[in-house]
C-alpha cells in the first residue's frame, strides 16, 4: 500500500503554460486527506489506511484511489483519476476546470464554478491542479493557457473556454445541455 506524505513545503517550478493573468505556473506536492466525519465530497473504494492526528481520524489516500464525485460539488482530480471518471460519467456532461494554486483568474473563477456545480445537477464537475504531477494529462488534453475549461461528452472534449469568462462558460454548458 503506497502512502502519502503530507509536506507543507511547496516545490515551485516555473512552467511554459501562461496563466491570464501573466502568473508562473507552480507545481506543489498534494495529498487527499479527509474527515473520517463523512464531510468529504467524495468516497474511496480502494487502498486508504487510517492514522490518528491530534485525536482525530483521517484518511490518507494514494493517487490508485478511485474518486467518486459528488453531485453539487466540485470533485479535484489527477492524472490517475480523470478518465476514470469520464469513462463513469456515461453520457452526461463533465466539466473540467484546469487551474493552477497560483493563477489570479482562477482563483476569481473558483466559487463562481462551484455555484455552477450547484445549480446543474446533471452535470459532473470536477478540477485539475495543472502542477508538474498533472503535466502529462494538460498536455493530453491540449492546455495552452489558465484556466481552461473543458467539456466533455462520451469521452470526447465538444468544448473549451480559455480564460476567466464565465458567461461564455455557462453558454458551453447550456449548449451541451440541450444537445
Given at each position: 500500500?503506497?502512502?502519502?506524505?503530507?509536506s507543507s513545503?511547496?516545490?515551485i517550478r516555473p512552467s511554459p503554460l501562461p496563466c491570464a493573468a501573466n502568473h508562473p505556473i507552480t507545481s506543489a506536492p498534494f495529498s487527499r486527506v479527509s474527515s473520517s466525519?463523512?464531510?468529504s465530497s467524495f468516497s474511496v473504494s480502494t487502498n486508504a489506511r487510517k492514522t490518528k492526528k491530534n485525536?482525530?481520524?483521517?484518511?490518507?489516500?494514494?493517487?490508485?484511489?478511485?474518486?467518486?464525485?459528488?453531485?453539487?460539488?466540485?470533485?479535484?482530480?489527477n492524472k490517475d483519476t480523470f478518465w476514470p471518471i469520464v469513462e463513469a460519467a456515461g453520457d452526461k456532461a463533465v466539466v473540467l476546470d484546469m487551474y493552477t494554486q497560483w493563477c489570479g483568474p482562477c482563483?476569481?473563477?473558483?466559487?463562481?464554478?462551484q455555484e455552477l456545480s450547484q445549480k446543474y445537477s446533471d452535470v459532473i464537475f470536477l478540477k485539475l491542479d495543472c502542477n508538474q504531477e498533472n503535466r502529462p494529462l494538460a498536455k493530453e488534453l491540449g492546455i495552452r493557457v489558465v484556466p481552461t475549461f473543458k467539456i466533455l461528452k462520451d469521452n470526447k472534449v465538444v468544448k473549451e473556454v480559455t480564460g476567466a469568462k464565465f458567461d461564455d462558460l455557462v453558454l458551453a454548458i447550456d449548449t451541451i445541455r440541450s444537445s
Open positions: 500500500m503506497a502512502l502519502l506524505h503530507l513545503s511547496a516545490a466525519s463523512g464531510s485525536g482525530s481520524a483521517f484518511t490518507v489516500r494514494s493517487s490508485l484511489d478511485t474518486v467518486v464525485p459528488a453531485v453539487g460539488q466540485v470533485t479535484e482530480v482563483k476569481v473563477m473558483a466559487p463562481k464554478f
